[in-house]
C-alpha cells in the first residue's frame, strides 16, 4: 500500500513511537496503514483530522430554541469530572435555570450513548468533558447535538500549558470554562477562545458523611493522616509514595501515629500500578491502603474520619479531594502549585514546599520534557509532625479553611457567576450575535485522498 501525499509519515511515527516500533518489528508495513485501520478511530496524533463545521450557519435553529443548558457529563461516576458536572447542575438547579441532563458514561465502557431528543434542547451546552475526550463525545452522540447551541467546555489539565496537539479540539466549542487559574492559563496558550474561570461547588457535605471510623476499620483514637487517589489518574501525578516514603522517615514504626492511603482503579480492570503503593508500604504497622471503590457517602465519611489530609501531588487542575476536606474543617497539606493554591494558602492550610522539574518519561497524556511539581519530602516531614503535636494550630487552620471554601464555592456564588456569564453573552435573550460562535477551519478533504480514506474525514 502506497503512502498517499497528504499523509505525513514522519509525523505520525513521531508522534506514535509505538508504531514505529510495530514497523520495525514487521508487524504492520507502515503509519498510513495503522492509521487508515486504527490510528483515526483511536484520535492518533500526528495524522489527517477532520475540522468541526462552521457552526455560525445554524444560528437560526439557536434562536429558536428556549434559554437553558443542556449539561452533559459523567453525572453518575466518582471522580473530579463528575464532581464537577455534578456541580453544575446544583448551581443550575440552584438559579432555577431550565435544564436537561445528559449522563455520559466513562470512556472504554460498554454503556449507551444517546443524545438528547433535538426537539427539547435548549440553546447553550454545558459539557464537561476534558479536551481530550471531545472527539470521543463527538463520535458517540453525533457532530449535530453542537449544532444550533452555544457549546461550552468545562475542561481541567494538570500542567502549565495545554497540549498543542490537542488545539484543534477547541474547534468543537465556543468558549472553554475551567475551575482554577492555573487551567485558564494552561488553555490560554492553545486557544483565542474565551477562558473563563468558573467556581465549582462545594457545599452540603455534612449530609453525606453519614459513616463513622469503624466503617473504614480505622482505630476510635489514633491520630491518622490519610491520602485519596485514583490509580488511574497516574501514580506519578498522584505521588503517593512521596507521602509513604516521608511517613515513614517522620515517625517509623509509631503506634500514635496511622497513614491510610485509599485507592482505586474507576471500577475497571486492576490496574497494575496499583502495587507501587502496596510495593513501598512494606508491611508497615501503621500504613494501610484501603484498595476500593467508594459511593460519594463513603468518600466525604472518609474524608471526614480523618484528622489530616495530604496530597504530595506534582499537579492538580482543581483538587476536590482538598476543597472537601477543607469544608468539614480538616488540616491540609498540600503541594503549593497548580489549581489548589487558589484556595489554599498558610492562614487556612498547610502548603508543601516545591520546585519544578521535567518529566523524564511520558506517563499518559504528560509528554516527556513538560514539568510540574517535585514535592519537598523533608518539608513535608516537617509539616506533618507539626500538624501531629499542634493541635491549636491545626484547628485554627482549619477553621480558617471551613470559611475559605464556603465563601467562594457555594452553588449561590456558582450560579451568580453562571448566569453574569450567560447575561453578558447575550445567550438568555435574541438575537444573538454571530460572532459568539467559533470561526472554524474548512472541512479536510485532499484532492488526492482514495475513497477508504474520505469514509473517515468528511
Known amino acids: 500500500m502506497s503512502i498517499p501525499s497528504y499523509f505525513d509519515e514522519d509525523a505520525y511515527l513521531f508522534y506514535n513511537p509505538d508504531v514505529a516500533a510495530a514497523i520495525a518489528a514487521g508487524a ?11 490510528g483515526w478511530k483511536e484520535c492518533r496524533a ?8 462552521d457552526r455560525r450557519i445554524f444560528v437560526r435553529r439557536f434562536e429558536a430554541r428556549p434559554y437553558g443548558v443542556n449539561l452533559f457529563g459523567p453525572l453518575s461516576t466518582p471522580s473530579g469530572l463528575g464532581e464537577a458536572a455534578r456541580s453544575s447542575r446544583t448551581a443550575l438547579r440552584a438559579s432555577m435555570c431550565p435544564m436537561q441532563e445528559t449522563n455520559v458514561a466513562p470512556w472504554g465502557t460498554e454503556s449507551e450513548r444517546i ?34 447551541a452555544y457549546n461550552i467546555g468545562f475542561w481541567f489539565w494538570e500542567l502549565p500549558a495545554a497540549r498543542a496537539d ?6 468543537y466549542v465556543d468558549e472553554i470554562w475551567v475551575a482554577s487559574e492555573f487551567c485558564r492559563r494552561a488553555f490560554a496558550c492553545v486557544t483565542r477562545l474565551s477562558v473563563v474561570t468558573m ?14 471510623r469503624e466503617h473504614f476499620g480505622l482505630p476510635p483514637s489514633t491520630f491518622t ?16 509514595v512521596a507521602l509513604v516514603e516521608a511517613f515513614r522517615r517522620e515517625f517509623g514504626d509509631s503506634r500514635d501515629v496511622l497513614l491510610v492511603l485509599k485507592q482505586s482503579d474507576g471500577g475497571g480492570p486492576r490496574n497494575p500500578d496499583a502495587t507501587i503503593v502496596e510495593r513501598a508500604v512494606a508491611e508497615a504497622a501503621n500504613i494501610r491502603v484501603i ?36 469544608y468539614l474543617r480538616k488540616p491540609v497539606i498540600a503541594t503549593g502549585y497548580s489549581g489548589n493554591v487558589d484556595f489554599m494558602d498558610d492562614r487556612n492550610s498547610y502548603v508543601l514546599d516545591y520546585r519544578l522539574v521535567t518529566i523524564e518519561q511520558t506517563v499518559g497524556p504528560y509528554i516527556k520534557g513538560a514539568v510540574w511539581a517535585d514535592p519537598d519530602t523533608d518539608h513535608l516531614r516537617a509539616l506533618l509532625r507539626c500538624v501531629f503535636e499542634n493541635a491549636a494550630e491545626r484547628n485554627a487552620r482549619g477553621a480558617a479553611a471551613v ?29 444573538v450575535r454571530r460572532s459568539l460562535f467559533s470561526q472554524h477551519l474548512p472541512r479536510f478533504a485532499p484532492p488526492d485522498a482514495p475513497p477508504e480514506v474520505l469514509r473517515h474525514i468528511r
Open 28 to 38: 504492520i508495513p507502515s503509519g498510513y496503514h495503522h492509521w487508515l485501520y486504527h
Open 46 to 53: 500526528g495524522a489527517p483530522r477532520p475540522h468541526a463545521i
Open 115 to 148: 443524545p438528547p431528543p433535538v426537539d427539547g434542547r435548549y440553546r447553550i451546552n454545558l459539557i464537561h468533558q476534558n479536551m481530550d475526550m471531545i472527539p470521543l463525545f463527538v463520535r458517540a452522540y453525533g457532530e449535530e447535538v453542537l449544532h444550533g
Open 166 to 171: 490537542w488545539a484543534h479540539y477547541c474547534e
Open 199 to 212: 467556581p465549582v461547588v462545594v457545599e452540603g457535605l455534612e449530609k453525606l458523611a453519614s459513616y463513622g
Open 225 to 240: 493522616f490519610g491520602y485519596i487517589y485514583d490509580v488511574n489518574s497516574y501514580i506519578e501525578r498522584k505521588n503517593p
Open 291 to 326: 484498595d476500593a471503590e467508594f459511593s460519594d457517602d463513603e468518600i466525604v465519611s472518609f474524608q471526614n474520619a480523618l484528622d489530616c489530609f495530604v496530597s504530595p501531588h506534582r499537579s492538580e487542575g482543581f483538587g476536590f479531594n482538598l476543597a472537601q476536606s477543607m
Open 403 to 431: 470559611q475559605t471554601i464556603r465563601n467562594r464555592f457555594s452553588s449561590e456564588e456558582a450560579h451568580r457567576q453562571m448566569q453574569g456569564r450567560f447575561r453578558d453573552l447575550g445567550l438568555d435573550q435574541p438575537p
